[in-house]
């Protein structure tokens, strides 16, 4: 099953390019990419349904504290790097995208962002989205990034159930809250955490807490 994007009711400003929890811990299919379309519903009765409301709930929270409330939820587009199924990972650990689904769902962005010239910026969620991103020179040149979110092979090495597991699992540190220029297309790209990261907590709050006010600022001008 192929998950949908959510094309907005406005204009769009903002592409949001994601990773579906389905792509990380489980094998549950979603409808739209993220649950995002849960958003603009009334909130469910059945648990199943309203845990995909809360989810979505949480992704536009992140998104409008990132922007700081610059852009509606109805002036951003949804869509993932890779929105087609594929091969769940082992229990615990997290699936593997591979190159030719990536070069898919980056060929995908780019038609995205020809259809919709009134956006201006991607916010592109996750480590290994923005690997295959950096990779495939949508933007950036950060070898040391490139170098730390590799795959390792260890993960690779199961045909059968592969899962990502970068060479270094700190490295989205060094890119989490630049502000970059995407190489075909006048928008800026800003490397944000998953929505399932958000609000900041913890250890996070104290890894990320100056990036997101870096992104704020900027937003802020």
């Known amino acids: 099953m192929r998950s949908k994007d959510l ?12 990773e579906d929890s389905n792509l990380q811990w489980s094998d549950t299919a979603t409808e739209v990419a993220m649950f995002a379309d849960y958003y603009f519903r009334s909130f469910p009765e059945d648990d199943g349904e309203r845990s995909r409301n809360v989810e979505s709930r949480n992704l536009f929270n992140h998104l409008t ?4 409330n610059s852009v509606k939820p109805s002036e951003m587009y949804i869509t993932n ?9 082992p229990k615990g ?34 480590l290994q989205t923005n690997y295959w991103l950096q990779k495939l020179e949508f933007y950036g040149d950060d070898e040391a ?6 795959p390792r092979r260890k993960g690779l090495e199961s045909l059968e159930d592969p899962y990502y597991q970068p060479v270094d699992g700190k490295v989205f540190r060094s890119i989490c809250g630049n502000i970059y220029d995407a190489k075909k297309f006048p928008v800026k790209v800003i490397p944000i955490l998953s929505a399932k990261n958000y609000p900041l907590r913890g250890k996070d709050e104290e890894l990320y807490a100056g990036a997101y006010e870096k992104i704020r600022s900027f937003f802020r001008k």
């Not at 790097?81 to 990972?89: F, G, S, V």
């Open 81 to 89: 790097l890779c929105n087609d199924y594929i091969t769940p990972a």
């Open 7 to 18: 094309k907005p009711a406005e204009l769009p400003i903002v592409l949001v390019v994601g």
């Open 93 to 126: 650990k997290r699936v593997f995208i591979p190159e030719e689904k990536a070069i898919k769902g980056l060929s995908h962005i780019e038609w995205v962002l020809e259809q919709n010239p009134s956006i201006k910026y991607v916010l592109s969620m996750s």
């Open 145 to 150: 990034f490139l170098y730390g979110a590799q």
């Open 65 to 68: 504290f990132v922007t700081l």
